[in-house]
């Protein structure tokens, strides 16, 4: 029987071409994967960093909105308003407070802790 070694080594480097190509062709595809994944990581932190704005401006309205009434009570009452005239806007002021001290609460229990730093 009769081998060619030439035909032999021609057909190794054809299959590692092969090997190479699937190598380079998965390297790529792990490439754009990553590439679409950190895309979509910035896309996350750009999407929590609007909600936080907004749930630091939503906190300081309803974190306002107690000394706002407070201070028309107490202008009221300069002006002659008696507690009885007044005693609806005080309950009010009270559970404004109230809910947004809950709100807080819920919002820090429902925070997971921030992962330790690498």
Do not use: W, Y
Not at 61 to 83: C, E, M, R, Y
Not at 84 to 89: F, K, V, W
Not at 92 to 104: D, E, H, V, W
Not at 110 to 115: C, E, I, K, M, Q
């Amino acid at each position: 029987m009769f081998h060619c070694s030439h035909c032999r080594d021609s057909e190794i480097h054809r299959k590692l071409d092969q090997v190479l190509e699937l190598l380079n062709t998965n390297q790529k595809k792990t490439e754009n994967l990553m590439a679409a994944l950190d895309d979509k990581i910035a896309e996350l932190k750009a999407a929590v960093a609007e909600e936080t704005s907004v749930e630091q401006s939503a906190i300081t309205l309803i974190n306002g909105i107690p000394a706002l009434i407070a201070d028309a009570v107490s202008k009221a009452q300069a002006a002659g308003a008696t507690p009885a005239q007044l005693q609806a806007l005080t309950d009010l002021q009270t559970s404004i407070a109230s809910n947004a001290t809950g709100l807080q609460s819920a919002v820090t229990a429902n925070t997971p802790a921030a992962p330790p730093a690498p």
